[in-house]
């Protein structure tokens, strides 16, 4: 596609439920990244995909966080038993190649009640 | 490491420039700019590599001075669009091709 696509854009989920969270890069981007961004916050870094393979994924904040991308394009991060303090907008960008510039979608609201 | 991004909020007045730093206590790969106004997604700006070379963009530029692990963002004449908040993301020397660790972000506001 034109830009990179995040779906759903609002989601808003009892604590203790599961939610995932889509993001679909830019048609021949190899490189996929989610970061987090809280409130008049910087942007923390989740998972990192090149291809279909995860060489990063060390900014997951616990177990409960979980993502896979298949056929080098489409990506799904789930948050499994949400929690208040995972409430955040969740930004996916993809990059042709490592180390080039990032476009960023345009987030997931996630409001855990 | 986190990079650290000085100043924290400015306030200028249209046709003011403006100067926002990116400090690194690491060797960096390279460096970039992002602007994200609110309730968007932040828009990439340009990309720094190792070497110093200055980038430009309109009337914004920066600089890359690896020795000082420093990059800086040059706002010239500024406008009302240019208003939002700026975010510098680095790579560091060695790191392969871990993704950008972001700094905090500098909020620019610029008024009539």
């Known amino acids: 596609g034109a830009g990179v696509s995040q779906s759903p854009s609002n989601k808003v989920t009892e604590k203790g439920k599961d939610v995932e969270l889509r993001c679909d890069p830019i048609s021949g981007h190899t490189a996929l990244y989610w970061y987090r961004q809280s409130l008049g916050q910087g942007l923390e870094f989740l998972i990192y995909f090149q291809g279909n393979s995860a060489p990063d994924k060390s900014g997951l904040p616990s177990d409960r966080f979980s993502a896979e991308r298949t056929g080098g394009s489409v990506s799904t991060l789930t948050i499994q038993r949400t929690q208040q303090e995972d409430s955040a907008v969740y930004l996916c960008?993809?990059?042709?190649?490592?180390?080039?510039?990032?476009?960023f979608g345009s987030g997931t609201r996630l409001t855990v009640v | 490491q986190q990079p650290v991004q000085s100043p924290q909020a400015v306030i200028l007045r249209e046709g003011e420039d403006a100067v926002i730093n990116c400090s690194s206590s690491k060797a960096l790969y390279s460096v970039h700019w992002y602007r994200q106004k609110h309730g968007e997604a932040p828009v990439f700006l340009m990309i720094?590599?190792?070497?110093?070379e200055q980038k430009g963009h309109e009337k914004i530029s920066a600089s890359f001075n690896e020795k000082k692990q420093q990059s800086s963002l040059y706002l010239t004449a500024s406008q009302l669009s240019y208003s939002g908040t700026y975010f510098c993301?680095?790579?560091?020397?060695?790191?392969?091709?871990?993704?950008?660790?972001f700094g905090k972000g500098t909020r620019l506001s610029v008024i009539a």
């Open positions: 960008a993809s990059s042709l190649q490592a180390n080039y510039g990032y476009t």
């Open positions: 720094l590599l190792k070497g110093g």
């Open positions: 993301g680095t790579a560091s020397v060695g790191s392969g091709n871990t993704p950008l660790v």
